[in-house]
């Protein structure tokens, strides 16, 4: 299945590292500079949606068979794949001469954050994230068995918040499913 994943708001693919002296927490690239979701954070988003599923629906699909079960690699006919989700090659081609920094700055911007106390900003508490900005789409792919695709296409678009810092109103997605 084709998953189209557009930005409603500007969110943060988190990398898990810094840019000392500029950026606290920075997000994932490509080799070209273009900002992207690992596959393996999206399935665990897509876990997520179908626990929620399985809570309130009552049903009992096999989720461990699914998706896996925390480090143990289960292999079944059921698993569910699912690639990394990047922008478009259309639109990496209206980008052709540009460089790595300015495609940076198209894509994506740096937000600061600071924590206030009693109505004052508190010392040393300015962090800086860069944030991809909302309206960018990105597509990947979800490759499961054909017995599973009617429940994963009602599971997927569950999935409404996704990245960093969806507690501070940021990450609003929408997903639509459709075939390769």
């Keep these: 299945m084709r998953i189209r994943l557009e930005l409603l708001e500007d969110t943060v693919f988190g990398s898990g590292q810094s840019v000392p002296g500029a950026e606290d927490s920075t997000i994932l ?26 809570c309130w629906t009552g049903s009992d699909f096999g989720l461990d068979e699914l998706f896996g079960k925390g480090g143990v690699d289960i ?13 478009p090659q259309e639109v990496k081609k209206s980008f052709d001469g540009f460089s790595k920094t300015e495609i940076h700055e198209a894509t994506t911007y740096i937000r600061n ?39 994963l296409k009602e599971i997927i678009p569950m999935i409404k918040w996704l990245g960093c810092m969806r507690n501070r109103g940021m990450g609003k997605v929408n997903i639509t499913v459709s075939e390769v």
């Design 29 to 54: 690239y490509d080799d070209g500079g273009y900002p992207y979701l690992r596959g393996t954070t999206f399935k665990g988003l897509l876990r997520e949606a179908a626990e929620n599923y399985i």
């Design 75 to 87: 292999e079944t006919e059921r698993k569910v794949y699912v690639s990394d989700f990047v922008i």
């Design 113 to 151: 954050f600071t924590r206030i106390n009693d109505g004052v900003a508190e010392d040393g508490s300015l962090r800086s994230v860069r944030c991809i900005k909302k309206g960018l789409v990105f597509y990947g792919n979800v490759t499961c068995s054909e017995n599973d695709k009617e429940l």
